[in-house]
């Protein structure tokens, strides 16, 4: 798999720099609220971002962290999902734990 990205020029998730990390935990979870809140698929969301930040001459990363940072002030969430939400987390059956 590391052989594969550093033929496309990118480097191994293992030798990548934190800040490297960093800018790709802010545009998936960019890309994870535009999924959300537009219904679209990863590819698409990654399309909007990045048709938006060539179009605004800003980069992807600072495009993605400035939509993160205002989202919570949208109150996207009504109370009605977030209590669906919360159903689907209480379901969630927690794995057996291990014997050592």
Known sequence: MS????ERGQPSLGRAS???L???AVIEQAK???M???GVDAEQAF???RRRSQATNVKL???A?????????????PPELRAKVDRLLHIAEPSPSKEH
């Open 3 to 6: 052989d594969v990205c550093e």
């Open 32 to 34: 994870g609220a535009l």
């Open 18 to 20: 934190p800040d490297l």
């Open 65 to 77: 962290a400035q939509l993160i940072a205002e989202l919570p002030s949208l109150d996207l969430a």
């Open 61 to 63: 990363r600072a495009l």
């Open 22 to 24: 960093a800018a790709r």
């Open 36 to 38: 959300l809140v537009y």
């Open 47 to 49: 399309r909007m971002l």
